[in-house]
């Protein structure tokens, strides 16, 4: 199965880092991925810029409304994902918790599939 580990972050916490502290936990990061890539699990991994540069778009009734970030009415926000394949709920819950953003977000385990149920 394929799950999709979102890294959802407190707002602003990117802010409160200096640019060395930045620079370690996103080097930690990477090598997650590599060691996620080395063991054939890894399918896709971003990184998400702030919520502050981001849009929302809805369309309802034929008129299109969009909503420029950040996102006051949220206190967290999507900071990237790790897209991993060939696993199993309980091994995508373990990577998850082998992630370094666990230290300082949530890592939200979702399985890919279908939007319906039938």
């Known amino acids: 199965m394929a799950y999709l580990l979102l890294i959802v972050e407190p707002r602003g916490q990117r802010a ?9 936990l996103y080097a930690q990061m990477v090598r997650f991925s590599e060691g996620l890539k080395a063991r054939g ?6 990184s998400l810029q702030s919520d502050a540069t981001g849009v929302r ?3 309802r009734g ?3 409304k969009l909503l420029d970030g950040p996102f006051a009415e949220t206190k967290e926000m999507v900071g990237g994902f790790f897209l991993i394949d060939n696993v199993s709920r309980k091994q995508a819950i373990e990577i998850a918790g082998e992630c370094p953003a666990a230290e300082w977000a949530t890592v939200e385990v979702r399985e890919v599939g279908p939007c319906f149920t039938g």
């Open 41 to 46: 699990l890894l399918k896709a991994v971003e």
């Open 57 to 59: 778009v809805s369309a």
């Open 62 to 64: 034929g008129k299109r």
């Open 16 to 24: 409160e880092r200096t640019l060395e502290e930045g620079q370690q």
